[in-house]
């Protein structure tokens, strides 16, 4: 089992920034991959950054050139800078873990962190 901490989330202005930290209870190195997703209120939960292993980054089309996703492997941690928020990216933001097994994919989630952007 992988537990995944965040924390970061709250309130900002439209225009601002916020960095959300996730804290895995293992190497992140080790895992295939991890990432942020979110869940705004009556909409599903979607990718919004991911970093897989080998450092190689994905952005959903919303957040590009405003989210930047890193991993710090020393102190087991990924991070999401947000930058240049806007009212729409309001959401609970879920920080997932990837692990590769002979059957398929494991996912892992933590506890979900609340962001939101005023108007």
């Known amino acids: 089992q992988v537990q995944l901490v965040e924390s970061g989330g709250g309130l900002v202005q439209a225009g601002g920034s916020l960095r959300l930290s996730c804290a895995a209870s293992?190497?992140?190195?080790?895992?295939?991959?991890m990432g942020w997703y979110r869940q705004a209120p009556g909409k599903q939960r979607g990718l919004v950054a991911l970093?897989?292993?080998?450092?190689?980054?994905d952005y959903a089309d919303s957040v590009k050139g405003r989210f930047t996703i890193s991993r710090d492997n020393a102190k087991n941690t990924v991070y999401l800078q947000m930058n240049s928020l806007k009212p729409e990216d309001t959401a609970v933001y879920y920080c997932?873990?990837?692990?590769?097994?002979?059957?398929?994919?494991?996912?892992?989630w933590g506890q979900g962190s609340q962001v939101t952007v005023s108007s």
């Open positions: 997932n873990a990837k692990r590769a097994n002979p059957l398929g994919i494991t996912d892992y």
């Open positions: 293992e190497r992140v190195f080790g895992l295939n991959a």
């Open positions: 970093i897989t292993k080998g450092g190689s980054t």
